[in-house]
């Protein structure tokens, strides 16, 4: 019951994020939900976690890529700058 309840607040929580325009507008609140909850949930399950890291610490990491995925700004801002010379040329 728990569980349900968490995740249909985070949901309800993405869907008024994209209604406001501060989420992206083609993010499934489903499937985003349900990553987000796994990402959590790995923590607590993953005994493979560096000992030397703190909560605190893991869930800033986790926050990082949350937010700000995998790509460094200079690997997704010259992605983007790629597709759009592609475009142009066509």
Do not use: H, W
Request: some cysteine; charged content about 30%.
């Amino acid at each position: 019951m728990l569980a349900r309840a968490y995740q249909s607040l985070i949901e309800r929580l993405l869907n008024e994020g994209i209604k406001a325009g501060e989420l992206r507008s083609d993010l499934d609140p489903q499937l985003a939900t349900l990553a987000l909850l796994g990402l959590c949930n790995s923590v607590i399950a993953n005994r493979a976690l560096p000992r030397s890291s703190t909560i605190d610490q893991i869930i800033d990491e986790y926050s990082r890529i949350v937010t700000g995925g995998f790509l460094s700004d200079a690997a997704r801002f010259g992605s983007r700058r790629k597709k759009k010379r592609r475009k142009n040329k066509k």
